[in-house]
Structures are given as C-alpha cells and as structure tokens.
C-alpha cells in the first residue's frame, strides 16, 4: 500500500459556480438528479432510479432528526437587532446560540427575544454564546421556537424561509426534534421510493443524530489535523444495530443516508471499538486514511468547498475519484447543497 498523502485544506477547494447553488425545492423529491459514481464510470441518473440500483438484502440507515424552529430575533438595550440560531439546549432556559449582530453583546449584556423574553449573554466561546432566560413566565426556549421562531436555512440559500420550506427542509420520516441543519440527504426520498425499495427487498433502519449550526462552520486552518471538530448529539437503538448485523451477517450492504448517518455510525464503532446501542455526542473528524468499519455506500448531497464533509467523501470513495465526482457534476450542472442533487458512493478498497 503506497504512503498515505499529508492533505491540507487547500486539496478540497472546488470552484462553483454560483448559479449552481440551489436556492429552492423541485416540485418532486425525487425528481432530482443523482449521480451513480460508485465506480470510475459516472452514470447520470434521477433520484427515483435508485431502488434499481441497490438490491434485495441491503439496508437503508435514516437520520430521523426533525429540524426545529431554531432562529429567533431580538434585539439588544440599545435597540440594535439581533438574531440567534439555537445550536442546542442546555436547559429549557439557557441555551448555547451562534449571534449576529452589528457589535456583538458582551457577557453580561442584556437583550430581549421575541419583544418579550429578557436574557443576559452568559459567556462567549468563539462563535458560540451561552444565552439564559431571566423571566421564565415569559415562555423557556421550546416555546419561543414554538411561537416566534424561523426555520433556519443554510446561509449559502440567501434567504428567509419561506411558507413550503417548513415541509421540504424535513424528511418524511422526521421524528425527534432537535436539528438547526436538515440530513439533506434524505430530502429526496418520497413515500414512492421508499415503497419501491421495500418492494425488492431492502431494509431499512433509522438512528438519530441532531444536525448542530457547526456544520456550517469553515475550517480556518491549513493544516486540517488542527481543526476542532464540532459535538452533534447522537442515539443508536438496540433494534438498528440489530438490524445491521444481520445484514452484514446475510452479505448486504450497509447504505447511509447521508453523511450524518455516516458520522452516527462510524462515530460510534470508533469510540467504543463495535457499534452498540449508544446515545452519546460524537466529534468525529474523518479524513483521508480513516478505516471505515460499518458503513458500505453512501447517498450524499455535494458538499462545500474546504469543508470537512468533502474531507469526509474523498475518505470515504478515495480523493482522486471525488475530484473527478465533482468535476463532471460541475460541467453536467448539478444543483448544488441542501436543496441540490445526490450522489450514489461506495467504499474505496484502496
């Protein structure tokens, strides 16, 4: 086996062009384009081909996370606006939120959410603020998202959400809330496709993982060892790892749906040297040269530029290869992101 390379952050930028961002839905789910790049021949398919190509025995992984209403605004003593995206609840009154404001508040300051909440600003940690409630009577967190928050789009979309996102930025089969990010995934998958996969015999099984605002965080340094990964919650059952021990133990394959799904598996298998029946958080950082234990094919979105879900495919199907994924998603102009196309990988061997 050759030397593994030393990657820097550099190696997984792309140029794309903007257009190519998806900024809305298609009217179908799985309308969208997917491209087969499990091996060097790339197949541009739809979405709804993919029942065809996985086949009876394998088994589907879900991220059933649901995602919240977790943007609220408000606005500081002074009166200048500010707008919070809820990264995860420490209690019902105190909460870790990423901050947007023309000064950030310091500890200590004062501000009001949803003209009638108080809070003081806590503590900074990097982007990070931990805000607490100071007139609970007021509503705790879980209400103020309830009945004032915004459901929180990607930056890249470059715009507020609107009234159909609030249906196309979950999955189907969205259960436990505690997502700021939707599994983008698992968007295309319609109540059809899902049927027409348990026709030819795939199984299917769910873990949870609540997508958190650091997904969106850039990497800052070149050298990607340096990189502190963000935490994301997690909860694996007794019946899903179950479920994919008997289908390694049957000869499938094991499909994660999206690179959550992916991060909850391998995340696991990694701390605690099996996959188990686990809720826990997990950091994972997954790089080129990272030994992959569970987790067979992937269906993906396309990722951002220097961003460690490209770090985590080029890992997974072998840098070269993703190079070459993305040049030809590129020039076929794939939709891009969230809202964007899907690809189809496997597992490089090399």
Known sequence: ?????????SDFDYSLPPELIAQHPLAVRSASRLL????DTLADRTFSD????????????????????????????TGGAVELLVERLLSPTTALVQLRASHAPKPGAAIIIANRAPAVVESRDDRFFRITLS?????DFETLMREAGELPLP???????????????????????????APTAGLHFD????????????AMTHVTLHVGAGTFLPVKTEDIAAHQMHSERYIISADTVTAINDCKARGGRVWAVGTTSMRTLEGCHAALGALKAHESETAIFITPGFEFKVVDGLITNFHLPKSTLMMLVSA???FDHIRNVYAHAIAERYRFFSYGDAMLLQRSHL
Do not use: W
């Not at 087969?36 to 091996?39: E, G, M, N, Y």
């Not at 993919?50 to 977790?70: E, K, S």
């Not at 007139?135 to 509503?139: A, W």
């Not at 109540?191 to 795939?202: D, F, I, P, Y």
């Open 191 to 202: 109540e059809a496709t899902l049927a027409a996969c348990r026709a030819l015999g795939v």
């Open 155 to 181: 930056p890249y979309m470059q715009r507020h959400a609107e009234g159909g996102d609030s249906e196309r930025y979950q999955t189907v089969y969205a259960k436990n809330e505690g997502a700021v990010a």
């Open 50 to 77: 993919l029942p065809a190509l996985l086949q009876a025995g394998d088994l589907l992984v879900f991220n059933d996370t649901r995602v919240i209403n977790a943007r609220l605004f408000g606005a500081k003593k």
């Open 36 to 39: 087969d790049a499990r091996s």
């Open 1 to 9: 086996m050759p030397p593994q390379k030393n990657y820097s952050l």
């Open 316 to 318: 997974f199907a072998g």
């Open 135 to 139: 007139d609970p009577s007021k509503g």
